[in-house]
């Protein structure tokens, strides 16, 4: 089991940043790619963001790609997302999830999923 703990979210101004951050409670988190993955009220959970066990492979939605960073600390079983230039359509609740299988997009792929946080862009 991973348990994960997303923390980080709030209100923002459009054109704001926050940072959220993941923490996975395994030892083995290194092994674990992870993924961001937000859902809109009265929408469907959709991809963000993704990262391989080493940091070294990231992928981005096309809406938030230029604007999101995803990265990791292995040595802290923590997974960031970096949010720059934060729109209100940006408004949702982001979940972290984590993927024994690898580097993914789909959400179906992922084994283990946070709690979810909050973030609110206003216009």
């Known amino acids: 089991q991973v348990q994960l703990v997303e923390s980080g979210g709030g209100l923002v101004q459009a054109g704001g940043s926050l940072r959220l951050s993941c923490a996975a409670s395994?030892?083995?988190?290194?092994?674990?790619?992870m993924g961001w993955f937000r859902q809109a009220p009265g929408k469907e959970r959709e991809f963000v963001a993704a990262?391989?066990?080493?940091?070294?492979?990231?992928g981005y939605a096309d809406s938030v790609k230029g604007r999101f960073t995803i990265s990791r600390d292995n040595a802290k079983n923590t997974v960031y997302l970096q949010m720059n230039s934060l729109k209100p359509e940006d408004t949702a609740v982001y979940y972290c999830?984590?993927?024994?299988?690898?580097?993914?997009?789909?959400?179906?792929?992922?084994?283990?999923w946070g709690q979810g946080t909050q973030v609110t862009v206003s216009s």
């Open positions: 395994r030892r083995t988190f290194s092994s674990y790619a």
């Open positions: 990262i391989n066990w080493s940091g070294r492979t990231t």
């Open positions: 999830a984590a993927s024994s299988g690898g580097y993914s997009e789909r959400a179906r792929t992922y084994d283990y």
